[in-house]
T-cell receptor, first 112, second 114 residues
Framework: SQQGEEDPQALSIQEGENATMNCSYK?????LQWYRQNSGRGLVHLIL?????REKHSGRLRVTLDTSKKSSSLLITASRAADTASYFC????????????FGSGTQLTVLP | GAVVSQHPSRVICKSGTSVKIECRSL??????MFWYRQFPKKSLMLMAT?????????EQGVEKDKFLINHASLTLSTLTVTSAHPEDSSFYIC??????????FGPGTRLTVT
């Protein structure tokens, strides 16, 4: 079942600005992942943060995880027009299946 | 990174016919593959978990007789939409799990039922 909610649903910024997207979830997780999807295309894995981690960096991406609040944020610094896409968080439950439950997504538009 | 392919990328079929979508992990063996459905501007909804050599596990509300899943080998899973109807039109995405944490997603298949 869908448990992730993302905020905002849509975000429009100027190139060079930072973009912050938030994700909340409801159940205990093993890890949380962020994905990017260009319109009509498949998903690209961006970053994974484990439940015992609080912050992780990858290039211009910074992800935080607050398990007490059951929330995560994705920060994209110095955004580029090419960052325009939908961004989804996905939580992996504990257990062998490690199914992913996706959030509702944030549509990011970076204006040149 | 690991590569997952889907075929076809787009398919248009007539109502009442069946359509098969293939998902292949090209450079690794995947004991588990997942099938998702995505409506326009919406999130991915997990349909089923496909384990090699065993029956798929379907999510609540997904008709197993309508969405047939076969995971015959460690690199191939197929989803067959039987007796397709216009409401089955959607974007279908598969993923393959290489290790306990990472899933690699296919590029998706756009199904249009006329």
């Amino acid at each position: 079942s869908q448990q992730g909610e993302e905020d905002p649903q849509a975000l429009s910024i100027q190139e060079g600005e930072n973009a912050t997207m938030n994700c909340s979830y409801k159940t205990s997780i093993n890890n949380l992942q962020w994905y990017r999807q260009n319109s009509g295309r498949g998903l690209v894995h961006l970053i994974l943060i484990r439940s015992n981690e609080r912050e992780k960096h990858s290039g211009r991406l910074r992800v935080t995880l607050d398990t007490s609040k059951k929330s995560s944020s994705l920060l994209i610094t110095a955004s580029r027009a090419a960052d325009t896409a939908s961004y989804f968080c996905a939580t992996a439950a504990s257990g062998s299946a490690r199914q992913l439950t996706f959030g509702s997504g944030t549509q990011l538009t970076v204006l040149p | 990174g690991a590569v997952v392919s889907q075929h076809p990328s787009r398919v248009i079929c007539k109502s009442g016919t069946s359509v098969k979508i293939e998902c292949r992990s090209l450079d690794f063996q995947a004991t588990t593959m997942f099938w998702y459905r995505q409506f326009p501007k919406k999130s991915l909804m997990l349909m089923a978990t496909s384990n090699e050599g065993s029956k798929a596990t379907y999510e609540q509300g997904v008709e197993k007789d309508k969405f047939l899943i076969n995971h015959a080998s460690l690199t191939l899973s197929t989803l067959t939409v039987t007796s397709a109807h216009p409401e089955d039109s959607s974007f279908y995405i598969c993923s393959a799990r290489r290790d306990s944490n990472e899933q690699y997603f296919g590029p998706g298949t756009r199904l249009t039922v006329t």
